[in-house]
């Protein structure tokens, strides 16, 4: 069985502050990370994902993340936000065998302060 | 490329009526997914399609939700009779090929179901 933790709620950070969205999971199997993004009145959109090599990936918009398997973490990072970065953050993972199925977190909703 | 389109967008019903939501995937992709997203809470899987076949239904609550995907190509959602819990809102989701653990899966706007 699989589980994600978004201990976070709800972040409120000022514009250019860096920000840091944790993610923990739990799971028999091994698995793939995702994080996904969604924007208001928007539907779920990919923001990046894990699925071998370098632990350390990196997506178009300046996040990171970085996939820690000692404590099943994959936390979102960006040096400096900004406010068009306001939007709800769900981490998710997706076993490597079987069907192709997401797990999701409650997420996290950022809120980005001018 | 158009994405996953969904309607209605919105929809409010009464407890014990009967609501039907329609999803038309990105073209080509064999996978098609129905979450549910409860206030607060991450989108849960309710059903997979692999084309017109079911791969996963595990989660769906059969005696009032039921889905198909004649064609596999769109699909449709159905509750009946709704309760006041289903009120959320209904993802459908699409991807190439299920049997890729890598493969991405793209989301529509999804349903807001109100139940009164």
């Known amino acids: 069985a699989q589980s994600v933790t978004q201990l976070d709620s709800q972040v409120p950070v000022f514009e250019e502050a860096p920000v840091e969205l944790r993610c923990n999971y739990s799971s028999s199997v091994s698995v793939y990370l995702f994080w996904y993004v969604q924007y208001p009145n928007q539907g779920l959109q990919l923001l990046l994902k894990y699925l071998s090599g370098s632990t350390l990936v990196e997506s178009i918009n300046g996040f990171e993340a970085e996939f820690n398997k000692s404590q099943t973490s994959f936390h979102l990072r960006k040096p400096s936000v900004h406010i068009s970065d306001t939007a709800e953050y769900f981490c998710a993972v997706s076993p490597l065998t079987g069907a192709n199925n997401l797990f999701f977190g409650t997420g996290t909703r950022l809120t980005v302060i001018p | 490329e158009a994405g996953v389109a969904q309607s209605p967008r919105y929809k409010i019903i009464e407890k014990r009526q009967s609501v039907a939501f329609w999803c038309n995937p990105i073209?080509?992709?064999?996978?098609l997914y129905w979450y549910q997203q409860i206030l607060g809470q991450g989108p849960k899987l309710l059903i997979q399609?692999?084309?017109?076949?079911?791969?996963?239904d595990s989660q769906l609550p059969k005696d009032r939700f039921s889905a198909e995907r004649l064609k596999g190509v769109d699909s449709t959602l159905k509750i009946q009779p709704a309760k006041l819990e289903d009120s959320a809102v209904y993802l459908c989701?699409?991807?190439?090929?299920?049997?890729?653990?890598?493969?991405?899966?793209?989301f529509g706007p999804g349903t807001r179901l109100t139940v009164l």
């Open positions: 073209s080509g992709h064999a996978t």
């Open positions: 989701a699409s991807s190439l090929d299920r049997r890729e653990g890598t493969d991405t899966q793209y």
């Open positions: 399609f692999q084309n017109n076949g079911v791969v996963d």
